[in-house]
C-alpha cells in the first residue's frame, strides 16, 4: 500500500473536486502553449505546470469509484489469469486439487474482483487458498470478504505477523488507523498458514515455491510456479515487493528502533536484488499490473502477436536492473542526508 504515509492530512471530497479541477485547467494551459497559439505577449510569463494528483488523492478516486479501474479478466496462459484491475494486482492460478488466488485489492473492489474471476469461468465460491505478497491493504484488502465468499484458507509471509498471530489478525495497526481516519473499510481476517522461503504448495499438477524476499516489507512473499502457455511450460514469477517507497517511510515495518529498522530493511533489499538475479524468469507477473505491462501486453496477445507477449524474459531483467538501480540511488540519496 501506499497509503504510503501516515499523512494526517484528510483529504475531503471537495478538495479532491478542486484538485481535479486545478489539473483539468492546468492541463488546458498546457494544451494552449502546445498548439503554438499562445500571444507573444504571454511567452514570458511563468508556464504552470499541473501539479499531478498525490498518491492519496488518486487513491480516494480508486475508493471511491471503482468502476474507474476496470480493467478486463484475461487468461495469461492456459492454468493462469489476470483477474485484479488497472491498479492492483490479483491473480488466479488453477491447479487440480486446489484453486488459488493471489492478492486482493481494497474491499470496496470485491464486486469487480468475483465479476472477473466469473468471466474466466471460475466460481470464485470454489477458490481454496489465497495466498499474499505482503501485508499492504491494496494486497489484502478484499481478502476477509473472498474468504467469506469461498471459505478458502490464507496465507501470508511469516515475517508478516509481530507478536502473537490472532485471529482475525490486524496486518498492521497503522494501515487500520490510517483507513480508519479515511472512513476506509479495514476487514482483518483470519490467517490460517504462514509462510517461509523455500515452502512448496502442491496444488495439483502445479507447484507454488515460495521466496522471501524482503525489503518493501520485513515478510514480502514472492511466488513461481509452472505455466504453459501455447502448450509449453514456463516458470512464471511474481515479485511480491518490488516498491521502493517504504525505504523513506519512518515506519517501514520492521521491528526495533529506527536506525535498526531502516539498517535491516537496508540488508534486506540488498539480499533480495542479488537473489532475484540468480533466478531465470520466463513470465514475469506484476504485483501491480503497471510493473510487467500486464494490460498492454494483453493487448499484443489480442492482436495475435507472437511469441505471446507474456513470454518476457527480456523484459523481466531490464525491469530487475532497472529496479536495482533506482534502489541504489535511493540508498545513496538517504545516505546524503
Ligand atoms: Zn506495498
Not at 524476499?213 to 520485513?218: D, F, I, K, S
Amino acid at each position: 500500500m501506499h497509503p504510503a504515509t501516515e499523512s494526517k492530512r484528510h483529504i475531503s471530497r471537495g478538495a479532491l473536486v478542486g484538485a481535479l479541477a486545478l489539473f483539468l485547467a492546468q492541463s488546458t494551459t498546457c494544451a494552449f502553449v502546445a498548439t503554438g497559439a499562445e500571444p507573444a505577449a504571454k511567452k514570458s510569463a511563468p508556464t504552470k505546470r499541473p501539479r499531478p494528483l498525490t498518491w492519496e488523492e488518486r487513491s480516494e478516486i480508486w475508493y471511491n469509484q471503482p468502476e474507474t479501474l476496470k480493467a478486463p479478466a484475461l487468461a495469461i496462459a492456459e492454468n493462469l489469469f489476470y483477474v485484479g484491475n488497472k491498479q492492483f494486482s490479483s491473480h488466479l492460478l488453477v491447479g487440480k486439487k486446489e484453486i488459488v488466488l493471489i492478492d486482493t485489492p481494497y474491499p470496496v473492489h470485491f464486486d469487480m474482483l468475483v465479476d472477473s474471476i466469473r468471466s474466466v469461468g471460475v466460481d470464485p465460491a470454489k477458490i481454496t487458498l489465497i495466498l499474499h505478497t505482503h501485508r499492504h491493504y491494496d494486497h489484502n484488502g478484499a481478502t476477509f470478504r473472498m474468504k467469506k465468499l469461498s471459505g478458502a484458507k490464507t496465507a501470508i509471509g511469516a515475517k508478516e505477523i509481530r507478536g502473537r498471530l490472532q485471529k482475525p489478525h490486524v496486518l498492521e495497526p497503522a494501515i487500520q488507523q490510517y483507513c480508519e481516519r479515511r472512513g476506509w473499510a479495514y476487514e482483518p481476517f483470519d490467517i490460517d498458514m504462514l509462510l517461509d522461503h523455500g515452502q512448496q504448495i502442491d496444488i495439483g499438477g502445479t507447484v507454488v515455491h515460495c521466496h522471501h524476499t524482503p525489503g518493501h516489507t520485513p515478510g514480502t512473499i514472492s511466488y513461481s510456479f509452472d505455466v504453459t502457455v501455447d502448450g509449453k511450460k514456463h516458470m512464471a514469477f511474481l515479485f511480491g515487493g518490488p516498491g521502493l517507497q517504504t525505504l523513506r517511510w519512518a515506519n517501514n515495518g520492521y521491528p526495533g528502533a529506527a536506525a535498526e529498522r531502516k539498517r535491516q530493511q537496508i540488508e534486506d533489499f540488498t539480499r533480495t536484488f542479488d537473489y532475484l538475479k540468480t533466478l531465470q524468469v520466463d513470465v514475469p507477473l506484476g504485483a501491480h499490473p503497471f510493473i510487467n505491462d500486464t494490460l498492454g501486453k494483453y493487448e499484443r496477445q489480442q492482436k495475435g502477436e507472437q511469441p505471446n507477449p507474456f513470454l518476457d524474459p527480456a523484459g523481466w531483467n531490464k525491469f530487475l536492473a532497472k529496479q536495482e538501480a533506482s534502489y541504489k540511488k535511493v540508498i545513496a540519496e538517504m545516505k546524503e542526508k
